[in-house]
């Protein structure tokens, strides 16, 4: 009995090592490619992007305090704490780390647990009673041996166990599903950095344009005050006959220009406030409260950075993203090309059974059962191939994209560093023409005082002077701007530490 027992248990073990061997064979005789090699950008990246004055830009991880704005740094830390956006792309980056974690599952065994009870109870005469009563082997005969049937067969079978499945991954299907979805769980976190970089960066350049038109308005109240007075003055002037109405219909053109621009001037602040809140996901009194009258841009004449590495660049987030979608596209070609050849799958069920609910953890009572399943590709025409051409023209379109990210990131980074180093030699002059205008308003004020001078004269040197000032916010306004396109254009950061350390967050 032993020795029939041990055979009638080789038996699966023997059944299961040939449909294995068949498996491999077949997969053999299907033409099967490795997996292509990561795409690169078909573009020539310098060492150094652009060379400056200087070694090193060092700049605070938190890029926004590069601009030495206390205000703006509690504004910045607001949306950070309470912007929609963000919030949502957190929620993103949550759902394909589920995601992943979902289809790292796919690697292992799926087991599940089984305890249940099957009561069995029918008549004799029904069932298979009936069926041994139309052979003869019914009543009559187990009278004639001296057994009697109860009226009703009953049997209660208690099962505690578990049932399982696996699919042995030969060709590597589930690996690939698993580092696809890891993939895109990379390039979601990536996202996340781009999105967080966007919505600090709108931040910054709405505070820079609200601080500028608060300014501005205040301004323009003050020229149109020196345009009223030299209105009155021309008046005064005409009605002496000392100019013409040509002279005096000019100066009230002017003022009403003023006045009429002063509309235009609130409705950009209203509008540019209404850009904050929603920043800051709705009103904020404390936020509103502490917001300056003018702008104060830190260190304007610092030199443009140093050459940028080129392997800066790559890390760019939007960049990353790219890369890691590319990733994606790889290994779901991958899992196309498994998905042509054959799949051996094992299942089965163990644990222990009795029909008398003391007997339920007896050893001796286990059973079990093992199906090894070989499954060929489904004949369903050129679909299988289909899928295989459609992701290789997927992967295309993501190496495309990031091929297209890295120049991207080339160009704007050159277009930032010009537009900064523009942005600060304008910033410069202005700062200049303000010292010769603070100079002529001072001046003709003596000159007025000592009696050498007219009023009208005063009155044109500060109306220069609030131009010149002015023109010197806007330039402060867009010298930040040019700093925030660099920062931006690097991915917040200046150093390749801080994009790594941004792109972990």
């Not at 260190?299 to 590319?326: C, F, K, N, W």
């Not at 002529?440 to 009208?456: D, F, K, M, T």
């Not at 044109?460 to 700093?483: K, P, T």
Request: glycine residues 8%; aromatic residues 8%; contains cysteine.
């Amino acid at each position: 009995m032993t020795q029939g027992f041990d055979r009638v248990e080789s038996i699966p073990i023997r059944i299961m090592f040939a449909l294995a061997a068949g498996a491999l064979l077949a997969g053999c005789s299907i033409p099967f490619s490795q997996l292509p090699p990561t795409p690169e950008p078909a573009v020539e990246l310098q060492d150094q992007v652009a060379a400056s004055e200087v070694d090193g830009f060092p700049q605070p991880l938190a890029w926004w305090e590069s601009f030495a704005d206390p205000v703006l740094n509690q504004v910045v830390e607001a949306v950070l704490e309470t912007n929609f956006d963000l919030a949502q792309a957190v929620a993103r980056v949550d759902q394909a780390r589920a995601r992943a974690r979902i289809a790292d599952a796919v690697v292992y065994p799926l087991v599940n647990p089984v305890a249940g009870i099957e009561d069995f109870d029918t008549p004799t005469n029904a069932g298979i009673g009936a069926q041994l009563d139309e052979l003869g082997l019914g009543s009559e005969l187990t009278e004639a041996f001296g057994i009697t049937l109860p009226e009703r067969l009953g049997l209660t079978t208690y099962t505690f166990g578990a049932e399982f499945a696996y699919e042995v991954d030969f060709w590597g299907r589930n690996r690939n599903t698993r580092l696809a979805a890891g993939a895109q769980q990379l390039a979601s976190e990536s996202d996340y950095v781009v999105a967080r970089i966007s919505v600090l960066a709108e931040t910054v350049r709405t505070y820079l344009e609200l601080v500028d038109l608060r300014r501005q308005r205040e301004l323009a109240f003050e020229n149109i005050e020196i345009l009223g007075e030299r209105e009155a003055l021309a008046q005064s002037r005409y009605e002496s006959g000392l100019i013409d109405a040509l002279g005096l219909y000019a100066m009230r053109r002017a003022l009403r220009d003023a006045r009429a621009g002063l509309p235009q001037l609130e409705a950009g602040l209203a509008e540019a406030e209404a850009r904050l809140w929603i920043l800051l996901g709705g009103f904020r009194d404390d936020i509103d409260g502490s917001l300056p009258d003018a702008l104060s841009i830190a260190d304007s004449g610092e030199p443009v950075p140093a050459g940028i590495p080129a392997d800066l660049l790559v890390q760019r987030p939007d960049v990353a993203s790219a890369r890691q979608r590319m990733e994606a596209a790889r290994f779901a070609l991958g899992v196309r090309r498994a998905e042509l050849l054959p799949a051996l799958s094992l299942s089965g069920s163990i644990g222990l059974q009795a029909t008398d609910a003391g007997d339920w953890f007896d050893p001796d009572q286990w059973f079990r059962n093992l199906s090894v399943n070989l499954l060929g590709p489904a004949i369903q025409g050129s679909r299988l191939r289909d899928n295989v051409e459609l992701a290789e023209a997927q992967l295309n379109e993501a190496a495309a994209a990031y091929g297209s990210s890295v120049v991207t990131a080339v160009n704007e980074v050159e277009a930032a560093l010009a537009g900064l180093e523009a942005g600060r030699r304008r910033h410069d002059v202005l700062v200049s023409f303000l010292d010769e205008a603070l100079a002529e308003s001072g001046l003709q004020g003596e000159r007025y005082s000592a009696g050498i001078g007219s009023y009208e004269e005063v009155l044109s040197a500060a109306q220069l002077l609030v131009g010149a000032r002015a023109a010197l916010s806007a330039a402060e306004r867009d010298l930040g701007f040019s700093r925030l396109a660099l920062h931006r254009a690097l991915g917040g950061a200046w150093t390749a530490d801080d994009i790594q350390y941004l792109s972990n967050e």
